[in-house]
């Protein structure tokens, strides 16, 4: 992406959605001051109502929540601060995609093994999620507003871990359903949500129609949840991402985790902490529509103070060109077939 | 808080506001009596950012039963579930 031109005060570029410039090269939204104050506002709200929400359900199940735990950095603050601060009664779950980081498995047993936490793995086949790598990175699974600030492989794979995770609350009466993202990763209204199935799987039956012809008809049980399970369904838990309520710097963010086992994997990409896939992700979503998908969660934190425009940069241009080409032999991917 | 007394065409105003910054979409390309979903402006996701936007907004729980076609089916259909709503708590 050399040459491209950028904001002058975060990292958003040309080919970003919506974006404009002013006469000294910044963008629209760092401009949006009203953006800014009712963020502030909302964060605030939320953070009063979950504080509220978890202490009317802490001790009523045999788990207060279901941790999404990929091993990750700040998965790991999230699963840290869902025991320490929150004090609630945690299940960690992973999803193990067949590309996690070598170095990431071994800071997952470590963390989950430092905080006392219960822990359960799902390793779907990986003739399936080799198949839904492809998939996603070959055709147009997804509408290219959902890939504002997420690949499509990643989309994908944040499906089903929302989908697994999703099962098993249902299953256990788990009320709370804690996620790693920050803001910026997503918007404001979504730091907290109540997770109504019923309600949203209409809308994504195109996608799963989409999967199931492109991934294997199998996808079908993999993002979905069987009538059986939602007939018992009395009611559905909250999703909740806590961290949106922190301001961690990343350094903050590691000093905060390694008395906790965690170490930064060395196989994996600038924007990732435990994901070999992430950069190939980041280079199919770049050819695909012309920027990078961390741009907009990048920026957010160069807003915030929490990271500076340099580091951003470096972030999204730490792309290990011999990874790109290790995972498109894995997936048996082509440059031709990525258009 | 919103005042009960705000119109149709205030919350619509919002609404289409509310989109345009949270989907990355200018106004003029949201049809108003389409269904967002169907037109690509937002996913299943999107669904759940806009039920979060009127209870933070309008300050009432959306509710499961509430939670159909019928009434985010469309600009037009949110704006007239908003406004049924609104004021009754």
Request: glycine share 4%; net charge negative; hydrophobic share 35%.
């Amino acid at each position: 992406m050399a040459g491209i031109k950028r904001c002058t005060h975060c990292i958003l570029s040309e080919n970003f959605p919506s974006i404009e410039f002013d006469e000294d090269g910044v963008c629209n939204f760092c401009r949006d001051k009203l953006l800014f104050s009712t963020e502030k506002r909302k964060v605030e709200e939320a953070r009063e109502e979950i504080i509220r929400m978890f202490d009317n359900a802490r001790g009523r199940s045999e788990y207060d929540a279901i941790v999404c735990y990929s091993g990750g950095k700040d998965s790991t603050l999230t699963l840290k601060l869902t025991v320490e601060k929150y004090n609630l009664r945690v299940l960690a779950f992973t999803l193990e995609n067949h590309f996690t980081s070598p170095g990431a498995l071994e800071n997952i047993k470590k963390v989950v093994a430092n905080l006392g936490v219960d822990h359960i793995v799902f390793t779907p086949s990986k003739k399936f999620m080799v198949n839904l790598y492809r998939a996603s990175s070959i055709y147009d699974i997804y509408n290219k507003r959902t890939l504002t600030r997420i690949s499509s492989n990643c989309n994908s794979c944040i499906s089903l871990i929302n989908n697994t995770a999703l099962k098993y609350a249902l299953e256990k009466k788990i009320p709370f359903i804690i996620s790693g993202f920050t803001l910026g990763q997503i918007p404001v209204n979504a730091i907290y949500y109540q997770n109504i199935y019923s309600f949203l799987k209409d809308s994504r039956k195109p996608v799963i129609e989409k999967l199931k012809k492109y991934a294997g008809p199998e996808a079908a049980n993999y993002m979905e949840i069987n009538g059986n399970l939602l007939n018992r369904v009395k009611s559905y838990p909250y999703n909740v991402n806590i961290l949106c309520l922190e301001n961690f710097t990343e350094e903050e963010i590691v000093r905060s985790i390694l008395p906790l086992g965690w170490a930064p994997p060395k196989d994996v990409d600038g924007c990732s902490s435990n994901c070999r896939l992430n950069v190939f992700n980041n280079y199919v979503h770049e050819k695909k529509l012309g920027y990078n998908p961390y741009e907009l969660e990048l920026s957010h934190l160069i807003r915030n103070n929490l990271l500076t425009r340099e580091e951003a940069l470096e972030k999204i241009n730490d792309q290990p060109q011999e990874q790109i080409r290790l995972i498109m032999s894995e997936l048996e991917i082509c440059d031709n077939d990525i258009s | 808080m919103k005042i009960i007394t705000i119109t149709q065409e205030q919350i619509q105003d919002e609404l289409l506001n509310f989109l345009s910054r949270q989907f990355f979409v200018p106004v003029s390309e949201i049809d108003l009596d389409k269904s967002l979903v169907d037109t690509g402006i937002i996913d299943s996701m999107g669904l759940i950012e806009i039920s979060a936007y009127i209870e933070q907004e309008y300050r009432f729980k959306v509710t499961e039963d509430m939670m159909h076609r019928e009434n985010f089916g469309s600009v037009l259909k949110i704006v007239r579930f908003i406004s049924s709503q609104n004021g009754k708590e």
